[in-house]
């Protein structure tokens, strides 16, 4: 059974259509969603929308965390540390509706299923916090003091923006599936996971997909809040994970 997880949208619905296309075409049966769906995009009204009507297992990011909890205090302390991303916080919570906001409050933290006898944890940072960042040079051992206790043979996370996988020495498989609507790596295409299932057996590929990032780009700096033009150039040439 062949399986897609994607996460990190971040409101980029031209990324997402690719993506789903594409995801259709690998013959993909069911779809995880590891959240950060609107936030600091190009279309998050029009991107949480189409969400809602998809019958995924999806949990909730840390930026999905901050719009459902929004106060003008919260979005200055993002400032503080990433000026851009609380300009767009602000802004979002003016373009989208209680309905969609709602929707981002009550959707879980974290997800525990099977698939094909294989045990499968969902989260969006980490097992430990919705903000941690697993990322291609960390040290094994601290890969797995992040999963101990976790009972579950697979692991599947984002938050980072930037693909990459681990085998700990107690056989669990941890694996960051990248961004859909706004990679972080050299790449600028949008970057899922395809798991092949087979009888408590699995194969991991990450796929990257080519989509209009001149659309998405332009769509993005006509949002017009301070920083959005540097959203906007990070779609076509994504350089720094902070802004």
């Excluded at 003008?72 to 602000?90: I, Q, T, Y």
């Excluded at 009550?106 to 094909?116: A, G, H, S, W, Y």
């Excluded at 941690?132 to 040290?139: A, K, S, T, V």
Aim: a negative charge.
């Amino acid at each position: 059974m062949k399986v897609a997880i994607i996460s990190d949208i971040h409101a980029n619905y031209q990324a997402l259509e690719a993506v789903l296309k594409d995801i259709r075409e690998q013959g993909c049966e069911r779809i995880l969603c590891l959240g950060d769906i609107a936030m600091a995009g190009p279309e998050p009204q029009k991107v949480i929308d189409f969400v809602r009507k998809q019958n995924w297992d999806i949990i909730q990011g840390n930026t999905d965390k901050m719009i459902a909890e929004y106060s003008p205090e919260l979005a200055d302390s993002v400032r503080k540390v990433f000026p851009v991303m609380g300009n767009a916080l602000a802004d979002d919570v003016k373009i989208l509706d209680n309905e969609s906001i709602d929707y981002l409050k009550n959707l879980p933290e974290q997800k525990e299923l099977e698939i094909e006898g294989v045990r499968i944890l969902l989260v969006h940072g980490s097992p430990r916090r919705n903000n941690e960042d697993i990322l291609p040079d960390r040290p094994i051992s601290e890969i797995e003091e992040i999963v101990k206790g976790v009972n579950a043979d697979l692991i599947f996370c984002g938050h980072t923006h930037v693909p990459c996988g681990y085998q700990t020495n107690n056989k669990k498989t941890v694996v960051n599936v990248g961004s859909v609507g706004r990679p972080m790596t050299k790449n600028p295409n949008a970057c899922y996971v395809v798991a092949d299932f087979n009888n408590k057996e699995y194969v991991i590929e990450h796929r990257f997909v080519d989509y209009d990032r001149e659309t998405a780009s332009n769509l993005m700096k006509s949002r017009n809040f301070e920083g959005s033009e540097k959203l906007a150039e990070m779609i076509l040439n994504p350089k720094d994970r902070h802004l």
